[in-house]
């Protein structure tokens, strides 16, 4: 089973930094795109950003110039610089991943539990 393991989140004052990070355990082939969404209470769940095998990324409109997505493909990890943070930035921030698993089949999308993320006026 593949699971997808997020680290770096935390309690953070209004203008500070926090780089998140995550990467599958488990036996993989390849991933395709990876990224990040966040949740906060009582929202819909929104992208933040993602990023191709190519290195293509794409950002929400209220993050650009203050969050980077990054990956090292050798290590097959995912990470999200994110500086200049807001409290409008709190939610819980999940990592998801197009994964295959063996040659021949799919990728699917494979899920984070989360980490959350706390800005503090």
């Known amino acids: 089973q593949v699971q997808l393991v997020e680290s770096g989140g935390g309690l953070v004052q209004a203008g500070g930094s926090l780089r998140l990070s995550c990467a599958p355990s488990?036996?993989?082939?390849?991933?395709?795109?990876m990224g990040w969404y966040r949740q906060a209470p009582g929202k819909q769940r929104e992208l933040v950003a993602a990023?191709?095998?190519?290195?293509?990324?794409n950002y929400a409109e209220s993050v650009k110039g203050r969050f980077t997505i990054s990956r090292d493909n050798p290590k097959n990890t995912l990470y999200l610089q994110m500086n200049s943070l807001k409290p409008e930035d709190s939610a819980v921030y999940l990592c998801?991943?197009?994964?295959?698993?063996?040659?021949?089949?799919?990728?699917?999308?494979?899920w984070g539990q989360g980490t959350q993320v706390t800005v503090s006026s």
């Open positions: 998801y991943a197009e994964i295959r698993r063996s040659y021949i089949g799919p990728y699917r999308d494979y």
């Open positions: 990023i191709t095998s190519a290195g293509v990324t």
């Open positions: 488990g036996s993989i082939i390849s991933i395709n795109t």
